[in-house]
Every structure is written in structure tokens, then in C-alpha cells.
């Protein structure tokens, strides 16, 4: 199967705010946007994927993301993550109506093309399925078959809530890479010891992250 992807991406002014005390206000932003190039320069890489569209209202994000070979839409319609998801969707299925689509985190620096292309295999098994963050707690992908909608429930316990709306938790074997989120310092770390894309590791390159 050839999936879209839809990723969307907070303003850079905004994103990653729980990085802060690790990166400062001078990183932190361009942190973000490292993850969100490494992220997509991997989805776009795996032999599952077709096409991305990224979800954002930053412009500097949006160019750079475009220059990688993503599509971009504008954050409408303004309502959060959830929304923005649901319009990306949107804009993915009146370009391709039958295409699976599968919503992706921004945040995922270490994501292995063969990784994600294995989720996205299973994935393809079941109308609805997702992948629980490295913390399992949160869920870094969300997936929906032709036909069906996506009905993404992002934000606290997304895990817990998407496992309630009928969604299929997937087998976790050999995914490491599409569960590690970035969302602290710590984070940080456990990705840089996964191995990180070029962007993040240039990005992060002098910063020290306190044990
Ligand atoms: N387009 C869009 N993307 C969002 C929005 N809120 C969050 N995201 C993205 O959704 C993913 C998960 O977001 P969060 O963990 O809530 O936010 P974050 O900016 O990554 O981190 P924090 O500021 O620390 O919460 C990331 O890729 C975000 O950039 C939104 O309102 N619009
Ligand atoms: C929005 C989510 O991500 P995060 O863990 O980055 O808050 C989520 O897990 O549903």
C-alpha cells in the first residue's frame, strides 16, 4: 500500500515548549523545526509512503518542509491538533481519495524509513490502528484505511483514548524508532542514542543536556 502521511507542525514560536529548560528559548525553535526536516526526510524515504502533507501556519517551516518534498496546508482551521489533522486529511483524500492516510508526529528525530514502513504494513491490516509513544502513555501515529475516517484523539492519554474508539494497538517489535517522541531533554537523549537524522544531530550538536 502507498500511504499519505499527514504531519502536522505547531509554529516554531510555540513548538516544543516542553524543551526549554534543556535547550533555552535560542534552540528550542530551531530544534523543532531539525525534528520536523528529520521526520520527514525519513517518511518520505520509506518505500510505503507516497506522498506527505505537512499541516502548518509557520512559514519558515512550511518552505523548508516543501524544499524536502512535502506538501504543505495551512493549520485550518485553527482549532488545535486535532482539527489540523482532520483537514490534512482532507486535503490528502481530494488529491488521492483512495489513499490509506496516517497521521505522523512532527517529533520523531531518530525514524528509521524501514521502521515506519513496517508500522505502516500492519497498519494496513485494520481500518483504524496506531503506535503508543515511547513513554506509553501517547500516540506518535494514527492510522485510517480507504474509506475510513481518521478520528484522531491526540493530546492527554491518546493511547488509552485511541485504544476506546475501536482503534487497534500495533505489535511493537522492531518500531523503537517511530515510538521516541521528543517532548524533554531527556527525550532528547534517548533519541541521540537511537541515531538521529542529519538535521537534529546539526541542531543539537553543543548543546549539553543535564544528567
Ligand atoms: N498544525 C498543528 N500542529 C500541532 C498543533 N498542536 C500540536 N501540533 C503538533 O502535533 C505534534 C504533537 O504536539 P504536542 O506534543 O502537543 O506539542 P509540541 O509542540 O510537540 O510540544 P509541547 O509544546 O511541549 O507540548 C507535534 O508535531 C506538534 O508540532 C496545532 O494546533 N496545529
Ligand atoms: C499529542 C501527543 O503527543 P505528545 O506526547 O507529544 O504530547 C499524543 O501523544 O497524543
Do not use: Y
Not at 107 to 124: G, H, K, Y
Not at 153 to 159: C, E, L
Amino acid at each position: 500500500m502507498h500511504w499519505t502521511l499527514v504531519i502536522p507542525l505547531k509554529p516554531l514560536a510555540r513548538a516544543k515548549s516542553r524543551l526549554t529548560p534543556a535547550a533555552g528559548e535560542g534552540l528550542r525553535p530551531a530544534l523543532a523545526l531539525a525534528f520536523a526536516k528529520d521526520t520527514v526526510t525519513a517518511a518520505l524515504a520509506s518505500t510505503a509512503v507516497r506522498d506527505v502533507v505537512v499541516v502548518t501556519d509557520d512559514v519558515r517551516a512550511g518552505r523548508e518542509l516543501a524544499a524536502l518534498g512535502a506538501r504543505v496546508a495551512p493549520d485550518t482551521p485553527g482549532k488545535g491538533l486535532n482539527a489540523a489533522l482532520e483537514h490534512g486529511t482532507t486535503v490528502a483524500r481530494a488529491a488521492r481519495p483512495e489513499a490509506p492516510v496516517a497521521a505522523l508526529n512532527a517529533d520523531l528525530p531518530a525514524l528509521r524509513p524501514a521502521e515506519l514502513t513496517r508500522a505502516l504494513d500492519r497498519a494496513a491490516a485494520f481500518p483504524r490502528a496506531f503506535v503508543p509513544d515511547a513513554a506509553g502513555i501517547g500516540t506518535t501515529l494514527l492510522s485510517g484505511s480507504p474509506g475510513t475516517e481518521l478520528r484522531p484523539i491526540f493530546g492527554p492519554d491518546s493511547r488509552a483514548r485511541h485504544t476506546a474508539s475501536g482503534a487497534v494497538e500495533l505489535a511493537l517489535a522492531d518500531m523503537d524508532s517511530v515510538r521516541q517522541d521528543v517532548d524533554t531533554g531527556g527525550d532528547l537523549r534517548v533519541a541521540l542514542a537511537l541515531g538521529v537524522g542529519p538535521h537534529t544531530a546539526a541542531a543539537a550538536a553543543g548543546l549539553l543536556i543535564p544528567d
